[in-house]
Every structure is written in structure tokens, then in C-alpha cells.
């Protein structure tokens, strides 16, 4: 039996299993009583078990007097843009991201559209545990009313930046590629796309909810992105998560470009618009650094994890930022990952610089990131760590998240996982070579540390 997994960011479990109604409902009553009365933007992705969590959450929200906005089936960054726009107090996307069909998960957002952060989501999750909820009484229940223009709003937001141009991007004719494993992408990328005078091939934009292939959108799961590509001479080929905040290319030679690569791309652009800093977390690629310092740019790190990026992107005023796997985020459209954000600004980078995916790619700094674990018997992982420390106290070391142990353009990772006894080491170098050896150096290590 799989388990509920409860963050701070919200629930997400396997339907039929651990993810019940009456935990939904749980969860959506102290969610409800957290933001007070008041109005919660709604939106979910294609999942096939959408509508019984739909139901369920609903009916929670409503009994604690929480006015429902539904926006219907969205990407999770139109919907937090919804929140903040429609003045919400929260919102909730149903979705469990880039988790196989059988999970589905609540994802809470704050009324600014920002991911709860630590501290709201451990109310949350207190109030979920004792129950504490402000019930309304008959006559205060909500109800609901529908926003159908979410996504249109979502789009002229990102058509009304000053630095795309669409004049520019439609005389380029490009072809490409999109799959949007029949997700929340499949109702609005195609379309999208060919506003920018795009030739449109989508594949498996019906949206069913019936994932065609692991919707975690990494190379190994892209094999039918990548042939049809080559199969039509396609300029680039996209992928998205079933969410769509994750964005993966697939280059003018069917290869994938990883999406660490999307990130240095999205980078390169916009500082080549603005200037000011950018923001990524602790396990991004030195690819998405290195363009960032070649650029001029000052580059912080944080922890892993969206809200982490999109806080210190809105303190220190970042112009771009975001995470190694696809996730872009644009301060001048909203604080969070977004794919849709994301295909503008390449298709953008393309038109300027008129040269193909693969060309651009291969001048950018070329790395390879190793990702390992090891299972422990014990949870001890803090001693483990300081070991580590300890032994390489001569080394530079950063501790923004877990530990990290940097060297001239490489450095090895080692995080404690926080819902499983692992430890997960990463590891980044030049070349596969290198980045594995390094990866395994430090596993070998801590295997003799247990
Ligand atoms: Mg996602």
C-alpha cells in the first residue's frame, strides 16, 4: 500500500488507496478554515480521477463557507496567475504533477499565487490533524461560479510582454512539435503555439487524461516527441508535464536537450533584454550559472523547491529564475514555474539569434548531472552529513540544501529525502565520465561511513 504523502504544500496519494474522500475533505476543511471565508480559484489537470477529487474538495471548501471559483481544467501557473488575479484568498490545483495516473494530489497556493510557504502549509496540516475547523453554518455554506477566461488571460499575458515579438517569431514559419501527454497543455498549446505562426504537430494533446507514455517529461519518456521531430524536419519539439510547469525541448535532431537546458536557455534571453539578477535553486545545473555570469548577472541559489525560488526571486527583484527540471519563471508575468512562459521565450531566443536549437545548444556550457541514492535502515541522516563535512573540511562547501561540495566547474550533492530513509547524492561535471565518478566517489564514501 502506497502512503499519503502530506507536505507543506499540500496532500498527494494513489486514488483508491490512500488519497479517499474523507481525507480530501479533511484537508479541504482546514484549507477552507485556514484562508477564511472568501472566495478559492479551483482549477485541475486532465487526471482520470479528477472529478472524485473535484467533488470531494468542493464539498469541503463550501461547508467552511469558501466561495468556489472554477477555472476548470488548467496548467497550474494559469491557475495560480487566476488567484492572484481574481483577488482569491487561495487556490488549489488538482493535479499530482508529473506522478504516474494511478496518484492524484491538491496543490495549495496563497492568495498572492505563490505556493504556501513552510509556515502556512504547517497550519494547514495542524488544522487537518485536530480538526479545528470553522464550519459554516446552513445558510453561510458556498457555492460556486465558473472563470472561463483563465487561460486567455494567461496567454495575453505572456503576448503582451514588450520583448516577444510576434511579428518577429511568425515569419520564422517555425514547425514544431508538441506533446502534452494529454494533460492540461493539451486545451490550450496548440492553439497557442500557432499564434506565433507556428506549424503545429501536436501528439497526444487529447485531453483525457490517459498519460501515453510516464509524464515525467525527461528524455527516456520522450521517445515519440524525439521521432517525430526527425520524421518531420520539425525545428524544435516541446514536452510539458501533465501540469505544464515543467517544459522539456527536443532539438531540430531529435535529440533532448534536457531540461536543465531549457532553464540556461530561458536565462540567456531574457539578460539579453534586462539586466538584473537571477535566482535558481541548489541542484540546478552550472550550465544555467555559468550563462547567468558570462551574461553579467548575479546568481543566487536557494533550496530546492518552487517556493523557495519564487520568494527570493520577489526579494531580490530576479528577472528570471527558476528549477533545473524545466521550470521557468518569469517575475514580469508571475512567480511561478511556467511552460507556457517558457516556449515563448524560446521561440523568441530562436528568432533572434536564427540559428537552430541544436546550434544555440551547443554553444552554451556543456555538463552532465549524475542522480544516485542510497537506501539507509536508519534515519540518522544529520550524522551521516556532518561526517561528510568533517572529512572534506578543506573543500568548499555550500549548506543551502543538504550538502554540497563544490569544485572547479563540478560539484557533488548529498540531500536527505524528507519523506523516505534516503539520501540522494547528485553530482554534476563536464562529462558523463566524470559527473558518475564523481557520484560514485561520494557513494563509495558514504557507504563506509554506515
Ligand atoms: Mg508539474
Known amino acids: 500500500?502506497?502512503?499519503?504523502?502530506?507536505?507543506?504544500?499540500?496532500?498527494?496519494?494513489?486514488?483508491?488507496?490512500?488519497?479517499?474522500?474523507?481525507?480530501?475533505?479533511?484537508?479541504?476543511?482546514?484549507?477552507?478554515?485556514?484562508?477564511?471565508?472568501?472566495?478559492?480559484?479551483?482549477?485541475?489537470?486532465?487526471?482520470?480521477?479528477?472529478?472524485?477529487?473535484?467533488?470531494?474538495?468542493?464539498?469541503?471548501?463550501?461547508?467552511?463557507?469558501?466561495?468556489?471559483?472554477?477555472?476548470?481544467?488548467?496548467?497550474t501557473p494559469t491557475v495560480q496567475m487566476a488567484t492572484e488575479k481574481l483577488k482569491a484568498n487561495g487556490g488549489i490545483i488538482i493535479t499530482a504533477s508529473h506522478n504516474p495516473i494511478q496518484w492524484n494530489a491538491l496543490k495549495l497556493l496563497a492568495a498572492d499565487g505563490l505556493f504556501l510557504d513552510a509556515e502556512q502549509?504547517?497550519?494547514?496540516?495542524?488544522?487537518?490533524?485536530?480538526?479545528?475547523?470553522?464550519?459554516?453554518?446552513?445558510?453561510?455554506?458556498?457555492?460556486?461560479?465558473?472563470?472561463?477566461?483563465?487561460?486567455?488571460?494567461?496567454?495575453?499575458?505572456?503576448?503582451?510582454?514588450?520583448?516577444?515579438?510576434?511579428e518577429k517569431i511568425q515569419a520564422k514559419k517555425y514547425k514544431v512539435v508538441v506533446d502534452c501527454v494529454n494533460g492540461a497543455g493539451s486545451v490550450m498549446l496548440p492553439a497557442y503555439l500557432e499564434k506565433f505562426g507556428c506549424e503545429v504537430i501536436p501528439i497526444n494533446c487529447t485531453p483525457d487524461g490517459r498519460f501515453p507514455h510516464i509524464p515525467e517529461p525527461v528524455p527516456e519518456n520522450l521517445t515519440q516527441l524525439s521521432d517525430k521531430v526527425r520524421e518531420t524536419?520539425?525545428?524544435?519539439g516541446f514536452a510539458v508535464d501533465p501540469d505544464s510547469d515543467r517544459l522539456a525541448l527536443i532539438s531540430n535532431e531529435g535529440i533532448p536537450l534536457g531540461e536543465e537546458y531549457t532553464l540556461a536557455l530561458a536565462i540567456q534571453f531574457m539578460l539579453s533584454r534586462k539586466k538584473g539578477k537571477v535566482v535558481i535553486n541548489a541542484s540546478t545545473s552550472l550550465a544555467s550559472e555559468d550563462v547567468a555570469k558570462q551574461m553579467g548577472a548575479e546568481v543566487i541559489r536557494t533550496k530546492v523547491g518552487e517556493i523557495h525560488v519564487a520568494k527570493k526571486m520577489r526579494e531580490v527583484h530576479a528577472v528570471v529564475g527558476g528549477e533545473g527540471n524545466g521550470g521557468v519563471i518569469l517575475p514580469d508575468v508571475h512567480l511561478g514555474r511556467d511552460a507556457i512562459v517558457g516556449i515563448a521565450l524560446i521561440l523568441q531566443h530562436l528568432a533572434d539569434l536564427d540559428l537552430p536549437i541544436s546550434e544555440i545548444?551547443?554553444?552554451?556550457?556543456?555538463?552532465?548531472?549524475?542522480?544516485k541514492k542510497i537506501e539507509l535502515t536508519s534515519a540518522d541522516t544529520t550524522s551521516i552529513l556532518n561526517k561528510l563535512v568533517e572529512n572534506h573540511r578543506n573543500e568548499m562547501i555550500d549548506r543551502i540544501d543538504g550538502?554540497?561540495?563544490?569544485?572547479?566547474?563540478?560539484?557533488?550533492?548529498?540531500?536527505?529525502?524528507?519523506?523516505?530513509?534516503?539520501?540522494?547524492?547528485?553530482?554534476?561535471?563536464?562529462?558523463?565520465?566524470?559527473?558518475?565518478?564523481?557520484?560514485?566517489?561520494?557513494?563509495?564514501?558514504?557507504?563506509?561511513?554506515?
Open 403 to 450: 550538502v554540497k561540495f563544490l569544485r572547479p566547474g563540478a560539484w557533488v550533492q548529498v540531500r536527505a529525502s524528507n519523506t523516505e530513509p534516503i539520501l540522494r547524492i547528485m553530482s554534476e561535471a563536464p562529462s558523463a565520465a566524470e559527473s558518475v565518478a564523481l557520484c560514485d566517489q561520494f557513494i563509495n564514501e558514504i557507504k563506509r561511513l554506515l
Open 121 to 166: 502549509g504547517q497550519k494547514v496540516i495542524e488544522l487537518a490533524e485536530t480538526k479545528n475547523f470553522r464550519l459554516a453554518a446552513y445558510d453561510a455554506v458556498g457555492h460556486a461560479s465558473t472563470y472561463a477566461d483563465a487561460i486567455f488571460d494567461h496567454e495575453q499575458a505572456v503576448l503582451d510582454l514588450p520583448y516577444i515579438n510576434i
Open 233 to 236: 524536419a520539425a525545428d524544435i
Open 1 to 75: 500500500m502506497s502512503r499519503l504523502m502530506i507536505s507543506v504544500s499540500g496532500i498527494r496519494g494513489i486514488v483508491g488507496e490512500t488519497l479517499t474522500p474523507d481525507v480530501i475533505v479533511n484537508f479541504a476543511e482546514a484549507y477552507g478554515t485556514f484562508c477564511g471565508p472568501g472566495k478559492i480559484v479551483v482549477g485541475s489537470d486532465t487526471r482520470i480521477t479528477g472529478h472524485v477529487v473535484k467533488h470531494a474538495l468542493l464539498a469541503g471548501l463550501y461547508s467552511v463557507g469558501c466561495d468556489v471559483i472554477d477555472v476548470g481544467i488548467c496548467p
Open 361 to 371: 545548444c551547443r554553444r552554451l556550457p556543456q555538463y552532465v548531472i549524475t542522480k
